[in-house]
T-cell receptor, first 119, second 112 residues
Framework: GAGVSQSPSNKVTEKGKDVELRCDPI?????LYWYRQSLGQGLEFLIY??????PDKSGLPSDRFSAERTGGSVSTLTIQRTQQEDSAVYLC???????WGTGSTDTQYFGPGTRLTVL | AQKITQTQPGMFVQEKEAVTLDCTYD???????LFWYKQPSSGEMIFLIY??????QNATEGRYSLNFQKARKSANLVISASQLGDSAMYFC?????????FGKGTRLSVIA
């Protein structure tokens, strides 16, 4: 079956511009996650959606970052007034259950990522 | 706070040999899950194996096994019979009552 898809695969933008990154989760997965991976680093959690609501936005680095999810499916991560330090690979993941609850065996499946370069 | 430590930035292994990638963790959550992901040069994160903190047996998935030592808070990944296609970054991750936390990864290079 189809996995998580993300678009665009690469995005080059100028400092100060807004960008939108899209994620299509695995069909039927209620939970969706955004992560950021800077060069040579591990993944940094940004935001988690359960359905259309975002119970955990604790990882968003600033108010320039926002995300929404509509219809319990597609999600868009928006970065306003991009800065050079926003350059990274943005990864999206989905899972069937979601949440951080104890005993959860929920596994996250990742998309191929969007490489964002801010000049 | 949750923390994952991967102390090996890079590892080399001969093709067909076994290799162990180290992972230690720190958490105060009574129940948690441990994951290993593979990230080839293409960039996609590929789920490999999962271990629950209350699982009695070590997890295995084909050539991958997880050496889980709860008292030592370690969750090492063992890859048996390494293949050239195993060359990639490997990330250990943990989830308790928090979002998934990742280590900084280990770059594995398989030599023919």
């Amino acid at each position: 079956g189809a996995g998580v898809s993300q678009s665009p695969s690469n995005k080059v933008t100028e400092k100060g511009k807004d960008v939108e990154l899209r994620c299509d989760p695995i069909s039927g997965h209620t939970a969706l996650y955004w992560y950021r991976q800077s060069l040579g680093q591990g993944l940094e959690f940004l935001i988690y959606f359960q359905g259309n609501s975002a119970p955990d936005k604790s990882g968003l680095p600033s108010d320039r970052f926002s995300a929404e999810r509509t219809g319990g499916s597609v999600s868009t991560l928006t970065i306003q007034r991009t800065q050079q330090e926003d350059s990274a690979v943005y990864l999206c993941a989905s899972s069937s259950q979601g949440g951080w609850g104890t005993g959860s065996t929920d596994t996250q499946y990742f998309g191929p990522g969007t490489r964002l370069t801010v000049l | 706070a949750q923390k994952i430590t991967q102390t090996q930035p890079g590892m080399f292994v001969q093709e067909k040999e076994a290799v162990t990638l180290d992972c230690t963790y720190d958490t105060s959550d009574p129940s948690y899950g441990l994951f290993w992901y593979k990230q080839p040069s293409s960039g996609e994160m590929i789920f490999l194996i999962y271990q629950g903190s209350y699982d009695q047996q070590n997890a295995t998935e084909g050539r991958y096994s997880l050496n889980f030592q709860k008292a030592r808070k370690s969750a090492n990944l063992v890859i048996s019979a390494s293949q050239l296609g195993d060359s990639a970054m490997y990330f250990c991750a943990m989830r308790g009552n928090t979002p998934l936390v990742f280590g900084k990864g280990t770059r594995l290079s398989v030599i023919a």
